[in-house]
């Protein structure tokens, strides 16, 4: 409990089946040179308790694979006095859509949180199945910390998209009745969000398998009434891929696009690379800060930069 500078922590570099993984890792290495990789194992909450096992401090850093670290971030400090067993979140911005807020970005935990959450496979509670965030407390703490490379690959791009599109239709890691009580009662920021993955990113290698996987995860949770956990399982999403990876990225998106809107009236919008570049020029992303609210009753805290 107190005040601690991110770059003093244990670091851990979490990846799967990334073919970048040395790349980046060694970009991680050459800002924090005791970072370590925990690789290769199955389910990321598995993986940060591995992180955790291993960690020499009582806070630790996780960074996701598909992640540049801004070397700012190494000297942000938080301050965890009242939030003793918070994780704080940090914002990524995504090189593909332009989005900047807590996914795919850097994650601080306590050591005590991660050894002892149950999530995934493990989970008692519904919103623990999607992520973690719903079940462990989470301080947003809305400072930039890293880049997330989502579509090196098309098969990862697909994957990235496909998961953001369900867990940005789900309220508190809940799924609704429908998708239009999902546009209702959902915060402006978030819907938003989810226009975005499913229409901005052609402009970017890649991108147009972002926007595919996003509507194809939309489609297949609103429709096709998938389970919403099926988004961890990464073994399905490789199976499936087979058949989805024979698709052309922008027919594919334009034909659920047309159903989607038919069906949701979303107003998904097939965009071309010069549009998603203008609709990233002016977006502006906000900045919210606070307690994710799970029912463990903290108060924020205050957070500072490093001098």
Request: charge should be negative; charged fraction near 25%.
């Amino acid at each position: 409990m107190g005040s601690y500078r991110l770059g003093d922590l244990s670091i851990f570099y979490v990846s799967f089946d990334e073919p970048w993984r040395q790349e980046f890792f060694a970009d991680l290495r050459a800002k924090a040179p005791l970072a370590e990789n925990v690789h290769g194992v199955t389910g990321h909450d598995n993986a940060i308790k591995e992180c955790a096992r291993r960690s020499r401090t009582d806070r630790f850093l996780v960074v996701d694979a598909d992640n540049l670290v801004r070397p700012e971030l190494l000297d942000f400090v938080v301050d965890d006095t009242n939030l003793t067993d918070t994780s704080f979140s940090f914002s990524g911005h995504n090189v593909v859509n332009g989005l900047e807020y807590g996914n795919g970005g850097v994650t601080c935990w306590t050591r005590n949180t991660a050894l002892t959450m149950r999530t995934h496979a493990a989970a008692v509670d519904e919103r623990a199945d999607v992520d973690f965030c719903w079940a462990t407390p989470t301080f947003v703490t809305g400072k930039l910390g890293s880049d997330v490379h989502i579509a090196r690959t098309p098969y990862h791009a697909f994957r990235a998209g496909y998961r953001e599109g369900v867990k940005m239709t789900l309220l508190d890691g809940v799924k609704l009745d429908s998708l239009t009580e999902v546009q209702q009662v959902a915060e402006e920021s978030n819907w938003n969000r989810l226009l975005i993955w499913t229409s901005v990113g052609a402009d970017v290698e890649n991108g147009a398998w972002a926007v595919f996987g996003a509507r194809q995860g939309l489609w297949d949770i609103w429709v096709e009434a998938f389970p919403t956990t099926l988004i961890n399982d990464y073994g399905w999403f490789t199976k499936c891929w087979e058949s989805w990876s024979k698709e052309s990225p922008v027919e594919a998106s334009t034909a659920l696009g047309t159903e989607l809107n038919r069906r949701f009236d979303l107003g998904l919008q097939d965009l071309s690379p010069s549009a998603s570049r203008w609709v990233k020029r002016i977006y502006r992303n906000s900045r919210w800060s606070g307690l994710i609210d799970v029912g463990y009753g903290q108060a924020p805290t205050s957070l500072s930069d490093a001098a």
